[in-house]
């Protein structure tokens, strides 16, 4: 269980609230954002805010009005982002985030259900939950924040750090393999794969209007700069998110199996798999209640 | 309504029966995952729950289930989930979310014999303090004790009304005894039937700033589910009226008291027991669940030999009628509360911490087998020898 060391963060931000005025190019976000929040508990350059911007456009540009939709997060940095947006936000247990998301789209299908979390909170500790969800093709929006370590805990190795990477956990460099999220999203059996990162808006944008469209388990991996991560391996912040910006390379068609997030090459990012044919688990559920004659 | 349970007499099984119940009480939502001996539940539900028009998942493991049952009722459906120790253990910290959200769950537990894989085809009162304090944190359940078929009927319903009425997650403490066992079970007119249903707000959806989730005006402030176009949220960190995270000591103050007091301040009126010849009894057997039919049984046999013995049964363990046992040590005539349980000793603490007159002995039985009145009854000569 991730621990929040937020207290006193909270509490200033209470202590020193005041209306906080968005810059006018954010109008059309402002009824989604629960402003009266602000600021959040991010670290200054920390990706999540931006990741907040494009997916509050996102519902904008759906079409689906903001009382269809429904984010449900775990624990961690990205969690509170179920917090941020003014549309119906459950923040509940590390890693559990996709069963209660599942619970809500069976129990009212007509929603619009997105999952916003980390990667240690979906692909750790929720790994399992993610698999079965992606198995069963479950039509969930999965936004996987990918920062590459427990950043609200302190800084320590997650399934998703490099190999090599330093952490508190992995002092001497990760000797771990990391996930690669895009593959094992495929081999599960997953709609729709792709990956982006915060800086990457428009793609991001796009991607995030197609998980809604698509009936189905959308996962999204979002690559995020973490001010954590940076300064564990000696890093400005800024040589971060320049490595984010630029050492990313766009290729729809790469094969999975080289998504793997190394060092030493650059970044693949790209809408990776669009299965449209396959039904989801949901609408087969209410087949079958359909068939056998409930109400 | 057609498609449920037609009124009636029928002999059906304790885990069917269970089912049905959960039925008529409105649950249209079942997820679960596979364990001995519940698992009577979750077939029964495959097959039924479409045909009342609800939803049937298997999960992939009971943190899964109880997360998916918890997801349901936040959008407002009626949910539930059975298991046994193992899966009652993996579900904790998700009970305390739903404490914490204040979602209405019911959670059956079929209890086996424990610590650990113990005897998953055998019977066991381990879980009753597991039930009680398993999640971290402070936070209060209601829990039922069926002893036969026809109770795991109707306290599946109560369990129903009553997590629904204060938003708590509920627990029907069944056993592998009442479970399997095949008895004559009543299912009575509807029109007989009590179905509560979590209150709404009563503000309009188009005024949703206006309204709070966690409104401490009300001891159980009204409910808005997903998609109901409030716009709300929920998070198990300690939060405000808003719902908002608020980590200060008055938030944390207004919050926890609140949680606790939806059931403290109802104690009196949930709380439920059965009494048999409290009026004159030297020694007081106190039993529940399946043990209590032995128990009652080693009774009738004791006062036939002249042996001055009654029976204190409680129907709903938690919150337990301490006042109750405070009332009965106050008689004279009582000088021993006799704990009888499938366990080392759960019950037998909460009654020896409200007694202070009689002596409190625990009789506890080998996890796994239902004591025998024979038992009961040898151990109640011994004491009444005394």
């Known amino acids: 269980m991730e621990t929040s060391n937020t207290k006193t963060f909270e509490e200033e931000s209470v202590a020193t609230y005041k209306k906080i005025e968005l810059p006018p190019i954010y109008k059309d976000i402002e009824p989604l954002l629960r402003i009266e929040r602000f600021p959040t508990i991010w670290c200054p350059a920390c990706g999540l805010g931006l990741l907040l911007k494009t997916f509050a456009k996102a519902i904008v540009k759906s079409k689906i009005p903001p009382e269809k939709h429904v984010v449900v997060s775990g624990i961690g940095c990205t969690g509170r982002i179920a917090g941020y947006i003014r549309v119906d936000g459950y923040h509940v247990t590390h890693g559990r985030a996709i069963p209660f998301a599942t619970g809500i789209k069976l129990a009212k299908p007509e929603l619009e259900v997105s999952v916003i979390s980390g990667d240690g909170d979906i692909v750790s500790i929720g790994g399992n939950h993610f698999i079965h969800a992606a198995r069963r093709n479950i039509d969930l929006n999965v936004i996987v924040i990918n920062n590459f370590i427990y950043g609200m805990t302190g800084g320590q190795l997650g399934s998703t750090t490099p190999k090599g990477a330093k952490t508190m956990t992995s002092p001497y460099g990760n000797l771990e393999e990391p996930f690669n999220l895009p593959l094992l999203a495929h081999a599960c059996g997953a709609s729709f794969i792709a990956r982006w990162t915060v800086f990457h808006d428009t793609q991001l944008l796009d991607a995030i209007l197609r998980a809604f469209e698509i009936k189905g388990f959308s996962v999204i991996e979002v690559l995020s700069p973490c001010a954590i991560f940076a300064e564990r391996n000696n890093m400005k912040m800024l040589e971060l998110i320049k490595i984010l910006r630029t050492k990313t390379k766009v290729d729809h068609n790469a094969p999975l199996e080289e998504l793997t997030i190394s060092p030493d090459k650059p970044i693949i990012l790209g809408n990776f798999v669009e299965r449209r044919e396959k039904p989801s688990f949901d609408k087969l559920v209410f087949d079958i209640i359909k068939r056998v004659g409930g109400e | 309504m057609t498609k449920l349970l037609k009124p009636g007499v029928y002999f059906m099984e304790g885990n069917i029966a269970c089912a049905e119940a959960a039925l008529i009480a409105g649950c249209r939502f079942y997820v679960g995952y596979p364990i001995t001996p519940s698992s009577e539940i979750m077939h029964h539900m495959a097959r039924r729950m479409p045909e009342v028009g609800g939803v ?97 009927f109707d306290m599946t319903i109560e369990a129903f009304n009553i997590a629904e009425q204060l938003r708590i997650p509920a627990f029907v403490l069944a056993d592998k005894v009442v479970g399997q066992m ?20 009563d503000i309009p959806p188009d005024k949703f700033r206006e309204f709070l989730p966690y409104d401490s005006k009300y001891l159980v402030p009204p409910f808005a589910a997903a998609g109901d176009g409030y716009r709300i949220h929920m998070t198990g960190l300690m939060h405000d009226e808003r719902g908002y995270p608020n980590l200060t000591k008055e938030a944390s103050w207004k919050l926890v008291t609140r949680l606790v007091r939806k059931v403290r301040e109802n104690a009196k009126k949930i709380a439920k027991w059965d009494e048999i010849n409290v009026d004159d009894s030297k020694i007081i057997v106190i039993a529940y669940g399946s043990v209590s039919g032995s128990a009652k049984k080693a009774i009738k046999i004791a006062r036939e030999k002249g042996i001055k013995v009654g029976l204190f049964r409680p129907r709903i363990v938690w919150p337990f009628p301490t006042w109750r046992i405070e009332e009965l040590d106050s008689k004279n005539y009582i000088d021993t509360f006799v704990v009888v349980e499938v366990n080392m000793g759960q019950i037998y603490h909460i009654v020896k911490g409200y007694v202070k007159n009689a002596k409190v002995i625990h009789i506890s039985h080998a996890p796994g087998y239902l004591p025998e009145p024979e038992y009961i009854l040898s151990q109640i000569e011994k004491i009444y020898k005394r």
């Not at chain 2, 009626?78 to 298991?83: G, N």
């Not at chain 2, 120790?85 to 959200?101: D, H, K, T, V």
């Not at chain 2, 055998?122 to 078929?149: F, I, K, T």
């Open chain 2, 56 to 152: 049937f998942i298997q999960m992939e493991d009971e943190i899964g289930s109880i997360m998916a049952a918890l997801g349901a009722s936040a959008a407002g459906v009626k949910s539930m989930t059975a298991t046994s120790g193992p899966g009652l253990s993996l579900m904790q910290e998700s009970i305390g979310l739903a404490a914490m959200l204040e979602l209405p769950v019911v959670i059956v537990d079929v209890q086996r014999a424990g610590p650990s894989t113990g005897i998953p085809t055998l019977m066991g009162q381990g879980d009753v303090m597991q039930c009680r304090w398993g999640s971290h944190g402070d936070y209060e359940v209601v829990a039922y004790l069926p002893s036969n078929p026809q109770e795991f």
């Open chain 2, 182 to 201: 095949y008895g004559k079970v009543r299912v009575p007119d509807y029109s007989e039937v009590k179905i509560t249903e979590r209150t709404k707000p």
